[in-house]
């Protein structure tokens, strides 16, 4: 009766793979629809994604937000609270950023850095900190309140640079330029790769110790996994739920901040293009591993950079990759389901061939 | 010659795990009220939702007045007949006592509308009819528990239920409103000839109520004999009776030890979760290198007094002393840290993660403790693992290796997993609730020799268990619990299994 | 300023707003009511604007065009269906997934089927018709806020009455409700909840369809990328303020509706739009913090009778 599977993550890898091809697949149908070779296409994004120094620094580029999202994501996820509020908080953070970069001009530049880095961490674990404290104390959704608070943020950060932070160049939805010594420098010439690769590889060396080998992490995780069981055995999971909640907002804020100090040098009104919901969407296709979520951070990364070569190259329309995306979503979302459905059908396969044996 | 309404002929229904009903046989006589009775577990609720169709019989046949009788949903029993009265009512709580009770069948005018006017008057005749008095027009969450129990029962017999099927139905009653429902049922069988059948745990009941009386255990039927034939302690004995009897354990007596007072218990009282009083006023003590075991039939406030003791749930009055300390509003964390380790009496609720591995089940507790946790913090994975492969090794654990999560591991592992983990902290106190339900002979022999050890090293144990003779074989001390009150103390050996029935089912005294 | 701000045309704005808001809300109240909560409404209305293009444009009528918005909303909504009734996934995330599924679709789809970016409009594209009353003709009141308006409106009004009779008095509509708040009370009466979880969820699709199609067909006749600018989100706002009740989610989107006109005239006399904007998204979360803090008064309030009881 002991059915003892150890490599249940080799399991789970092997879905994933399935998935992740059987949705390429259907974009190499799409290609064919639209009048296109696959093999082309795919060529094209792989060049495109991994061709040139400045493609393979534009790809990780692009995976700087998406690590940092996606880790926060995960961190939340982990203790059992889900943050949907990543691209709220990031905004935030981008803002609050921006505005010490603005302001406290007269900084050295690590310090100012440093403190413009904490703004955003701070705000954005504030803006956190609001749904986590109505999930515990009063029961409110905190998918529903972090998706509301989502479109609070932007319309709020959207007055804010259109009116009391406007730049002197007029309503451009953007705010000045934050001060030469706040700006991360690029590192491979016309890509927009920058230091920031670095403070992300530290933020996902930090936190990937966190949850992987710290008591903490795992306090999260058992909270995560069964509530009861932690309060039975001495952990308080509501603190818990809420410091997750914090954690998550506050890294969604860094990587807010990042995207100021180190891409636009300025807060924008459309600063993100909804990274923080591709981090969390990679956080659920990987299961919150921290480490699945830096490489198919990688991947996504990849996928973007390369769908825009291949429009350009052969014309087949970038957006394909969100299609595609969405499809390997749906398929890991659908996996338990699908198993189980199989399992159930062999179950009554086998249904009356096991009966008469023993209880256990 | 009775009329047999329902029978059943080698019923089993097997689940991916379980086999949760094997070879049943059962008839039922037209016009009876006919208890069935078990342990949790016993395949009871199983057998009800075969004959509520909720349920396919893996094999076997039912028949319905002679005819045999195939049902694949509830649809098929409401058309033959049968009535079902869950032990969790199917009320939708915003929806009215009439709306309720005309669901999946309501009367429409125009084809397309419901008739909200005949619903009320179907309500309002048949509520006359049986004298079953409720507001047709007041919404299901407004009602008293009792109530809405009248309607779930008028709901059956709107649907034209003959048979009656009702499922644990005192356990969420008062007892006014036990009564009170009582004098309904036989008012259906006396006035409207319908037949009941009865599900339960508490014998007083069965024996007030019941014309006939079965009893399963295991997923098995082990007998049914007419109510007049038995008593408390027949019954009693095939409920919770052992097929294989256990060799007499070897309990040293340790003379002269110590035998310091380690829990202190006075005047405790208690809500459970329906906020209905649970532990009336209990006093008990343990002393260092016993084990006093608590017995009772289930649900008498067992589980929330072993709540109270760590921390779990709130006590309502009273004092709890650990070790000469009151414990009140103290968090389950400082009650570990006081000396309480705690067997929890439902496993995988409570007592583990199952998508953890063993190790990390092992862990649970000592996370931020030297030299599992290096400053608090970094675990340290090697004392980690040569911790869990010790206790593995010292407690039978059966697994390849400590990295297997405990969702995989058989019942009888998983229990040790916690038993290991909880009996390793070394507390001066045991607190052991049910520790070997669901488990298999072999490793209940190895959990109860272990348990022994623990007290020959001085430790104090209470034990709660549902087995009677669980409780023989371990207790120093045995303690009766009826409705939470406790009903009578014991040395070891003063009472027998067959007297001391009449305790757990408080019927040496009046409350 | 005030008269400029507080007029007719105002109330005309309000209502234009609002319909493709109640048309999605019943969508969404259907399935909330259902037990399940559709974040996916988002890239429906967006897939129902698009596809009401598609169909419009190639077929040269606007009836086929919302046709063609409604079949893609019901194929939509019996996707979601399979994963989070039959697949148990997380209804979240599918709803999510689609929502970017909705986005690059629609974006892919605009540059093969028209080679543009960005927006699609073209005279081919049929509008829909605009129903005119004559008898309001004359007297101003009612001819501004009632009349000419496309018949999508009128619809939408209809519909908040049809599913407000279906909910609550026809037989179908209550186990609807009974699937979404006990699904176990239904089962044992015999009605299968999954059917009604279906039910809800293709219904949605198609209304969300509608809501799209009344996007770029309505007022405008063209297609932009990401054209439902968080009006599924919106929508989803207007169910939970109104409690998932079509006569109070209908005033809902009134209410948002007004807000969202207000900003836009406010915007024009140079007052920030943004605050009126945020209106839906907090006064949601302070209508869901009321609502669960009366809920566990009641619940104390409860334990306390049958506490009462007990003794």
């Given amino acids: 009766m002991e059915r003892l599977t150890k490599n249940k993550n080799l399991q ?5 793979f399935i998935s992740i091809f059987a949705s390429l697949l259907i974009g190499a149908l799409i290609m064919i629809a639209n009048g ?23 790809t990780f580029a692009k995976t700087v937000p ?7 994501t995960a961190i939340a996820f982990r203790a059992g609270i889900s943050n949907v509020g990543g691209e709220g908080q990031l905004y935030l953070g981008a803002f609050a950023a921006a505005y010490v970069g603005i302001t406290f001009t007269g900084l050295p530049g690590i310090i100012g850095i440093i403190l413009a880095i904490i703004a955003g961490a701070l705000v954005g674990g504030a803006y956190g900190f609001v749904p986590a404290i109505l999930k515990v104390k009063y029961k409110v959704d905190e998918v529903i309140t972090t998706i509301m608070l989502n479109t609070v943020a932007t319309l709020f950060t959207a007055y804010l640079v259109n009116y009391p932070f406007a730049s002197s160049q007029g309503k451009m939805g953007g705010t000045e330029m934050v001060a030469e010594q706040f700006r991360f420098s690029r590192l491979v010439k016309l890509s927009t790769l920058n230091t920031s690769i670095f403070y992300m590889g530290i933020i996902a060396v930090v936190i990937y110790y966190l949850m992987e080998k710290t008591s903490y992490g795992y306090d999260f995780k058992i909270v995560g996994q069964n509530s009861i069981f932690s309060r039975y055995a001495g952990i308080k999971d509501k603190n818990q739920m809420v410091l997750a909640m914090v954690i998550s907002g506050g890294l969604c804020g860094i990587a807010g901040a990042l995207e100021v100090l180190g891409v636009h040098y300025r807060f924008l009104q459309h600063i993100s293009p909804g990274y923080a919901f591709d981090g969390m969407l990679i956080a659920l296709i990987v299961k919150n591993n921290p480490i699945g979520v830096v490489l198919m951070s990688i991947f996504f990364g990849a996928l973007k950079t390369g769908s825009i070569a291949m429009e350009n190259s052969i014309g087949i329309p970038s957006e394909l990759v969100s299609v595609i995306q969405s499809i390997i979503i749906l398929f890991i979302a659908g996996e338990a389901g699908f198993k189980n459905i199989y399992k159930n059908w062999k179950m009554k396969k086998t249904a009356n061939s096991k009966v008469g044996e023993k209880i256990v | 010659m009775y009329e047999k309404v329902l029978e059943l002929k080698n019923v089993s229904k097997q689940f991916p795990e379980v086999l949760a009903n094997d070879n049943i046989n059962l008839d039922i006589r037209k016009g009876e009220i006919h208890a069935i009775i078990g342990e949790n577990g016993a395949g009871k609720s199983t057998l009800m939702n075969i004959l509520y169709g909720l349920h396919e019989p893996t094999t076997g046949d039912i028949y319905y007045n002679g005819k045999p009788i195939k049902m694949t949903s509830p649809l098929d029993a409401i058309k033959i007949g049968i009535g079902m009265v869950h032990q969790h009512f199917m009320l939708v709580p915003s929806f009215t006592v009439a709306e309720n009770i005309v669901l999946g069948t309501e009367p429409t005018k125009r084809k397309i509308f419901v008739d909200k006017e005949k619903a009320i008057e179907s309500t309002k005749k048949l509520s006359e009819t049986y004298g079953l008095t409720v507001d047709p027009k007041l919404k299901v969450e407004s009602l008293s528990v009792g109530v809405q129990q009248r309607v779930e029962i008028l709901k059956a017999l709107y649907k034209g239920a003959d048979v009656l099927i009702l499922d644990e139905p005192t356990a969420v009653l008062t007892p006014q409103e036990t009564d009170e429902l009582f004098k309904v049922i036989k008012r259906l069988v006396d006035e409207s000839g319908k037949t009941i059948i009865i599900i339960t745990h508490k014998l007083q009941e069965v024996l007030s109520i019941s014309d006939r009386v079965s009893v399963m255990r295991q997923g098995k039927m082990i007998g049914t004999l007419d109510t007049k034939d038995a008593n408390e302690k027949i019954l009693a ?3 919770v009776g052992r097929e294989v009897l256990f060799n007499k354990i070897d309990k040293k007596h340790i003379e002269n030890r110590k035998h310091e007072e380690m829990l202190k218990v006075e005047k405790l009282r208690a809500r459970d979760n329906r906020g209905l009083i649970a532990l009336r006023s209990i006093d008990l003590s343990l002393k260092s290198g016993e084990i006093l075991g608590i017995a009772g ?3 008498n406030g067992q589980s929330e007094l072993v709540e109270v003791l760590t921390g779990l749930r ?3 009055s009273g004092q709890i002393f650990i070790n000469g300390v009151e414990i009140s509003n103290k968090s389950p964390r400082d009650i570990r840290e006081l000396g309480i380790a705690h067997v929890p009496e439902d496993r995988l609720a409570m007592g583990l993660s199952k998508d953890a591995s063993i190790s990390e089940n092992i862990l649970m507790g000592n996370q931020h403790n030297e030299p599992y946790a290096i400053k608090g913090i970094h675990l340290n994975k090697s004392k980690i693992k040569s911790k869990s492969r010790k206790l593995i090794k010292e407690f039978d654990i059966r697994t390849p290796s400590e990295d297997v999560l405990v969702g995989n591991l058989s019942g009888g592992n998983m229990q040790k997993v916690i038993i290991a983990r909880e009996f390793s902290f070394n507390t001066p106190i045991l607190i052991i609730s049910q520790p070997t339900r669901g488990v298999d002979i072999g490793a209940i022999e190895f959990i109860h020799s272990q348990i022994i050890e623990k007290r020959n090293q001085g430790c104090a144990i209470l034990l709660v268990s549902a087995e009677l003779d669980e409780i023989f074989r371990l207790s120093d001390r045995i303690i009766t619990i009826y409705e939470g009150i406790i009903t009578g103390e014991f040395k070891e050996g003063e009472i027998s299994k067959q007297e001391i029935g009449l305790y757990m089912t408080g019927k040496n005294i009046q409350i | 300023m005030f008269k400029e701000l507080f007029n007719l045309t105002l109330l005309q704005h309000t209502i234009r707003t609002a319909t493709p808001l109640i048309l999605a809300a019943l969508g969404g109240l259907l399935t909330q009511q259902a037990g399940i909560l559709n974040i996916g409404m988002e890239g429906m209305i967006l897939l129902g604007a698009f596809f009401a293009v598609v169909g419009s444009y190639f077929f040269g009528s606007s009836l086929a065009g919302v046709a063609l918005a409604a079949i893609i909303g019901m194929v939509i909504g019996l996707i979601f269906a399979l994963f989070v009734i039959d697949l148990k996934s997380d209804e979240f995330v599918i709803g999510i997934a689609i929502n970017m599924f909705a986005g690059g679709l629609t974006v892919f789809l605009l540059r093969s089927i028209f080679g543009v970016k960005g927006a699609f409009s073209s005279p081919d594209i049929v509008p829909l018709p605009k129903l005119n009353f004559p008898f309001m003709d004359n007297i101003e009141f009612l001819n501004i806020i009632f009349n000419n308006h496309t018949i999508f409106i009128y619809i939408s009004w209809i519909l908040v009455i049809f599913i407000y009779m279906y909910l609550y008095k026809t037989p179908q509509g209550i186990w609807l409700r009974g699937a979404g708040e006990y699904p176990d009370a239904l089962e044992t009466a015999g009605i299968s909840p999954r059917k009604m979880k279906y039910t809800s969820s293709i219904a949605c699709g198609v209304l969300c369809g509608l809501a799209g199609a009344h996007l770029s067909l309505g007022y ?12 599924g989100f919106i929508a989803l706002a207007a169910i939970i303020f109104g409690k998932a009740n079509p006569i109070g989610t209908f005033l809902a989107t009134l209410l948002f509706g007004f807000f ?5 005239r406010l915007q024009v006399v140079g007052v920030p739009a943004q605050f009126t904007q945020m209106v839906p998204y907090l006064a949601t979360i302070f209508a869901l913090v009321i609502v669960t803090k009366r809920q566990m008064n009641k619940g104390k309030k409860n334990k306390e009778e049958a506490i009462n009881l007990g003794e």
């Fill in chain 2, 237 to 239: 004995e095939m409920m």
């Fill in chain 1, 12 to 16: 789970y890898l092997n879905s994933l």
């Fill in chain 1, 36 to 58: 296109r070779s696959p093999l082309v296409g795919y060529g094209a994004l792989l060049t495109g994604a991994f061709g040139s120094k400045y493609n393979i620094a534009t």
């Fill in chain 2, 314 to 316: 709130e006590k309502e």
């Fill in chain 3, 220 to 231: 405008l006749t063209l297609f932009t990328e990401n054209m439902s600018a968080n009006r």
């Fill in chain 1, 66 to 72: 998406l690590v940092i999202t996606g880790l926060a």
């Fill in chain 3, 260 to 264: 969202d006109a207000l900003g836009v």
């Fill in chain 2, 297 to 299: 039939i289930e649900g």
